[in-house]
């Protein structure tokens, strides 16, 4: 009986150390025996990872909000006489970085948003 215990906990252990394998590769990308990691700074993967294939960038529409209502600048005349509420729509800057790990891995795109890095995808299997 004490055999059957210690075969499940064997087969348990084994389950939760792939299960935390599994959610840690899946946000990070190995460069040259290092990991770039959700949070690393362009720099810090600049150093891991070097140039990427390809960097694109783009502003991210936000609305800014002050105590649960629009910010809204000073309000303005309107041909009628009345005036008008203006809401403030700012950007974020984003950078997406796209590496080429080679033959049989996948594309991997790195999002940065305010210099960090906040997400990892995975695009098609590379095949040349």
Do not use: H
Not at 21 to 45: E, H, P, V, Y
Not at 63 to 75: H, I, K, L, N
Not at 94 to 118: A, D, H, R
């Amino acid at each position: 009986m004490s055999t059957n215990l210690v075969r499940g906990a064997t087969v348990i252990l084994a389950f939760l150390a792939s299960s935390l394998f599994t959610s840690a590769s899946a946000q990070s990308l190995r460069c040259k025996g290092d990991l770039a990691q959700i949070g690393n700074s362009k720099g810090t993967i600049l150093q891991k990872c070097g140039e990427p294939v390809m960097k694109d960038s783009f502003c991210k529409p936000v609305q800014e909000t002050t105590a649960g209502a629009p910010v809204t600048t000073p309000t303005v005349p309107a041909t009628s006489g009345t005036s008008t509420n203006v809401t403030v729509n700012t950007c974020q800057q984003v950078e997406e970085w796209t590496y080429n790990p080679g033959y049989g891995q996948f594309m991997t795109m790195l999002l940065f948003e305010g210099g960090s890095l906040k997400s990892i995808r995975y695009g098609d299997r590379v095949t040349r």
